[in-house]
Nanobody, 116 residues
């Protein structure tokens, strides 16, 4: 059974930090590109960050460059999103997503709220 389970969301003040984790199971994690998406209330889902299967290539949305860092540990089947200098506009549900040439999977999402 394929599972992507996000954790680490919560309420944080502007300027604060959070680290999201996404634990994968049921598929060969090391062969998948991993991505973090987010969806704010009333808005479309947007790509935040992406990391290649080996971790050698990373890409970010312009809105988070220099503040967010995506990483992965293939031994632990886990992908992370370190979020620093958080802003109220980062408030959204954050989703983990796995994709290769054959399949793609979504996690259930974790809420991140940035507010004073």
């Amino acid at each position: 059974q394929v599972q992507l389970v996000e954790s680490g969301g919560g309420l944080v003040q502007p300027g604060g930090s959070l680290r999201l984790s996404c634990a994968a199971s049921g598929f060969t994690f090391s062969t998948y590109v991993m991505r973090w998406y987010r969806q704010a209330l009333g808005k479309e889902r947007e790509l935040v960050a992406s990391i290649s299967s080996t971790g050698g290539s990373r890409n970010y949305a312009d809105s988070v460059k220099g503040r967010f860092t995506i990483s992965r540990d293939n031994a632990k089947n886990t992908v992370y999103l370190q979020m620093n200098s958080l802003k109220p506009e980062d408030t959204a549900v954050y989703y983990c997503y796995a994709i290769n040439s054959l399949n793609n999977y979504w996690g259930q999402g974790t809420q991140v709220t940035v507010s004073s």
